[in-house]
């Protein structure tokens, strides 16, 4: 049987922000790991450099464009 993709409840929703913020955690984490790749990269020794400074967030290039 095919699976249904985490991203069904937001297709054709006529307001997507509205739908987000009904979803459960659980939901919405799997729709963000269907749609990118999030790496915190090591901060390395005596680095002081934040979190945001250290992402690393990828989209796949299908749906990039």
């Known amino acids: 049987s095919a699976s249904v993709s985490p ?3 937001l297709v ?3 307001d997507i922000a509205g739908a987000w913020d009904e979803l ?3 939901e919405r984490r799997a729709i ?3 749609l990118v790749t999030v790496n ?6 005596g680095s002081r450099a ?3 400074a250290r992402l690393s967030i ?3 290039e299908k749906l990039g464009r």
């Open 50 to 52: 934040g979190i945001e």
């Open 58 to 60: 990828a989209v796949p």
């Open 24 to 26: 459960p955690l659980g």
């Open 40 to 45: 915190v990269l090591p901060a390395g020794r």
């Open 7 to 9: 991203v069904a409840p």
């Open 32 to 34: 963000l790991s269907a």
């Open 12 to 14: 054709g929703a006529d």
